[in-house]
Nanobody, 124 residues
Framework: QVQLVESGGGLVQAGGSLRLSCAAS????????MGWFRQAPGKEREFVAA????????LYADSVKGRFTISRDNAKNTVYLQMNSLKPEDTAVYYC?????????????????WGQGTQVTVSS
């Protein structure tokens, strides 16, 4: 089992920045591929970004490419999502996810463990 706890969400004006953190505990963290997803009210949960355990592979949704950066610190068992140039359409609950495999992935079913989510609200 891997337990995931997100933090860093909040209210920010359009154009601003936030950094989300996801602290992992339980099984060895460093060999898990990690991802971020988000879910806006009335919408499906969608992929945002993913990073392999080694860090040599990253994926981003087209909607966040160039604005968001996923990183991880295996020594701290933490994965981050740096979000810049935020837009009102980025408003959602953001979820951290871990998969048993070491690879990246953009599909929900590829992930085995999920956090409880952290709210991000971007005002116009």
């Amino acid at each position: 089992q891997v337990q995931l706890v997100e933090s860093g969400g909040g209210l920010v004006q359009a154009g601003g920045s936030l950094r989300l953190s996801c602290a992992a505990s339980g099984r060895t963290f460093s060999r898990n591929g990690m991802g971020w997803f988000r879910q806006a009210p009335g919408k499906e949960r969608e992929f945002v970004a993913a990073r392999s355990w080694s860090g040599d592979s990253t994926l981003y949704a087209d909607s966040v490419k160039g604005r968001f950066t996923i990183s991880r610190d295996n020594a701290k068992n933490t994965v981050y999502l740096q979000m810049n140039s935020l837009k009102p359409e980025d408003t959602a609950v953001y979820y951290c996810a871990a998969r048993r495999g070491v690879q990246t992935g953009s599909l929900r079913y590829e992930y085995d463990y999920w956090g409880q989510g952290t709210q991000v609200t971007v005002s116009s």
